[in-house]
Every structure is written in C-alpha cells, then in structure tokens.
C-alpha cells in the first residue's frame, strides 16, 4: 500500500486547487487533489509542503487531516490522506501538471476525477 497524501485547498471564492496529471503517469489526464508519495521517515505536513513546493511553487500550512482513503488499482494500491491546507505564499503555477484549476466542490466531475479521490470529494460534500 502506498501511502500519499493530497491538499484540499479553498481559494477565497470557496473553489478548490485540483490539477491534471500529466501524460506518461498512471491515470494520465485525470484530475486530483494536488500532492505526492511520502517517502520513508516523513511527515504528512512534511511530505505536502514538499510535494506543493516542487509541484506548484507554493507554501502551506496543513490544519486538519481528514480520514483516509484506501484504493485499490489494477497493479498498485494506495492510502491517500488528504489534509485541509492554506496557501502561506506564492501562486500556484503547474510545474508537473499540464493544468490546474480552481472548482466548486459542486461542480467537479466525478467522471475525470482520479478514483482514489472521489470519496474525498464525498467527505468533502457530507455525504
């Protein structure tokens, strides 16, 4: 099981950062919530704050971890833990991904979101 973890951040609109995985990766042109493997020894908060840093030239803070999520693919696993984070500074720009956008909750489409991130987005909504 690979553990990763995922930011939900929220823009003063209320809308939330998701990007788009890029070609050659596993799941290539799906949407998720921003974020990365953790590698051996590291923080959750450690492992995000890296993972936006190099992905989106951004620095956060994380203030709540929600429940994780266990998904199972076709030839890997994961745990995705995804954490509620504010921007501190800098603007995120794609640097891994082709794009990112800023969503409505409401709005996302649950048929281009990576799997692993759908019940997120039902925590998310109450459901």
């Known amino acids: 099981m690979i553990p990763v973890v995922c930011a939900l951040i929220q823009d003063e609109a209320g809308r939330y950062l998701i990007a788009k995985r890029p070609e050659g990766k596993s799941l290539a042109g799906c949407w998720e919530f921003p974020g990365g493997k953790l590698e051996r020894g590291e ?3 450690g492992a995000l704050c890296r ?4 992905e989106l030239l951004i620095e956060i803070a ?4 929600l429940d994780a999520v266990e998904h ?4 890997f696993s994961i745990r995705l833990i995804p954490c509620q984070a504010r921007i501190l500074s800098g603007v995120p720009t794609p640097i ?3 794009e ?3 969503v409505r909750i409401e709005d996302m489409d649950l048929d281009s979101l990576a799997p692993a991130d759908v019940p997120i987005l039902s925590q998310l909504l109450g459901k």
Not at 51 to 54: A, M, N, V
Not at 62 to 65: G, S
Not at 72 to 75: D, I, L, Q, V
């Open 43 to 45: 923080s959750l908060e």
């Open 72 to 75: 199972h693919y076709e030839k």
């Open 51 to 54: 993972e936006l840093k190099e």
């Open 62 to 65: 994380v203030f709540q971890v």
């Open 96 to 98: 891994e991904h082709p």
């Open 100 to 102: 990112i956008a800023w």
